[in-house]
């Protein structure tokens, strides 16, 4: 058991640091944005399950020889209210907060996704009243402002994408299919929930540095693999000049002004060059035995914190 | 038949566009006007604007003056104020906002502008 909590420990340090650090220089993602993503997965995940199971480990070591005969001990040691002999206040330390921390990170997540749900179905609602159905378009609807936006509101029966009429002034028709290819690319592949568990995960975790850049990170994969679907409708140029319109849109003292001061801070990291770039700069997808090594890197890393788990 | 959907933005436009209140049969009078120009929708009963009315109601989009019989409908907010209000959600400057709303392109600062900028000289322009 001691030795599974320390491999477990120093799992949850190489998940924690160094790996993500790591991956989020990678230049290598941007031409394999899926693969990237399904290793972000597992890397949080991982790293949940190996910092939770480490201090599980490491407090059951005086209840038995496993994490089965230990728990089994605990239950039978809570139920008579006696500790074995050879457990020390640092387990039940470690069993304490491998308890809360579990909680903590469920509890978060059900908090996010419910706070989401309302917030996403009242801003429906909004939208419903104030759009107008976009005549060429199934699920799109426009809403009549200056500033040029493009959204997607993910639902449980029906998902809409969201254009504003500035986004309509701005683009030309093939600029505007690439867009709505791109929205309606999010909506169908689910990206909203790999935002929202990272999200969570950021927010349970404020002091963790490491789940800043992941969400940060997944952010921009997620939108370039959006790009990917849009460039099966227009050709690279075209996305390429759609996404730096818009982005260069928002001057100050234009369109986003007329809403007042707008005190978002904007995003530290830069995240609309790196998806011009690579519509521009002709890099060819990572070729598949490449892919393939990562994928097999993201499955033993969940594979080798759940070994450890269950057949210690 | 119209869905209600639908129905609560008719009215809601209506009540928007005269920025006064009516009463539930002034609102069937003015959308039966509108549907003899568009000639989609039936002839609306004034129950089912009642009812629409009492959605918006329990939404917070129409306060109602019970001091006056038939009673009188208003929007509570401009359409403006609500559009701007949807815009300050999307463009990320509610502070609680929670919901992943997948922008397009996100917040652009203006160094990334100028970058951006650089790059558009260098893309072929193409027609679709």
């Not at chain 1, 700069?281 to 070994?307: D, I, N, S, Y």
């Not at chain 2, 119209?2 to 009463?23: F, H, K, Y």
């Not at chain 2, 959600?89 to 992943?100: I, K, Q, T």
């Amino acid at each position: 058991m001691l030795h599974a909590a320390v491999v477990l420990a120093l799992l949850t340090l190489a998940l924690a640091w160094p790996v993500p650090i790591l991956l989020a220089r990678a230049q290598w993602t941007a031409r394999a944005p899926g693969t990237a993503l399904a290793l972000w997965q597992s890397i949080a995940l991982a790293g949940g399950l190996s910092m939770i199971g480490a201090l599980l480990t490491y407090g059951l070591i005086p209840f038995g020889t496993n994490l089965a005969r230990g728990l089994a001990a605990l239950a039978r040691a809570t139920i008579d209210q006696r500790l074995p002999p050879r457990a020390g206040v640092e387990h039940v330390f470690a069993l304490c907060c491998a308890v809360i921390l579990g909680t903590h990170l469920l509890l978060n997540l059900i908090a996010t996704v419910i706070r989401s749900e309302r917030q996403r179905r009242r801003h429906l609602t909004l939208v419903e009243l104030l759009s107008q159905p976009y005549p060429e378009h199934a699920g799109t609807r426009v809403i009549d402002h200056a500033a040029p936006v493009a959204y997607c509101l993910p639902g449980a029966t029906r998902s809409i994408t969201v254009l504003s009429a500035g986004m309509l002034d701005l683009l030309a028709p093939g600029e505007l299919r690439a867009v709505i290819a791109h929205e309606k690319a999010h909506l169908r592949q689910q990206h909203h929930t790999v935002l929202l568990a990272f999200k969570s995960w950021h927010s349970a975790l404020p002091w963790f540095p490491i789940a800043n850049r992941a969400e940060t990170a997944v952010a921009l994969l997620v939108e370039m693999l959006a790009d990917d679907q849009a460039r099966r409708v227009v050709d690279d140029g075209t996305l390429a000049r759609a996404i730096v319109l818009v982005g260069t849109a928002g001057e100050p003292g234009t369109a986003t002004d007329a809403l007042g001061p707008l005190d978002a801070p904007p995003h530290p990291a830069d995240m609309v060059t790196p998806r011009v770039r690579r519509l521009t700069g002709g890099q060819p997808p990572l070729p598949l035995p490449a892919r393939a090594a990562v994928l097999t890197a993201a499955t033993a890393l969940l594979a080798v914190p759940t070994a450890l788990l269950l057949l210690l | 038949m119209a869905s209600l959907g639908e129905l609560e933005r008719a009215i809601m436009d209506v009540l928007w566009d005269t920025g006064q209140a009516l009463s539930a049969n002034d609102l069937r009078d003015r959308l039966a006007l509108q549907s003899s120009v568009t000639a989609t929708r039936k002839e609306l009963a004034t129950t089912t604007v009642l009812t629409v009315l009492s959605r918006l109601e329990n939404k917070g989009f129409v306060s109602r003056d019970r001091g006056f019989r038939p009673h009188q409908y208003r929007a509570v907010t401009s359409r403006a104020e609500h559009t701007a209000e949807l815009m300050h959600e999307v463009l990320g400057s509610a502070p609680d906002r929670e919901a992943a709303l997948a922008r397009f392109i996100g917040n652009v600062s203006p160094q990334e502008q100028q970058t951006l900028r650089q790059l558009l000289d260098g893309i072929p322009r193409q027609h679709a």
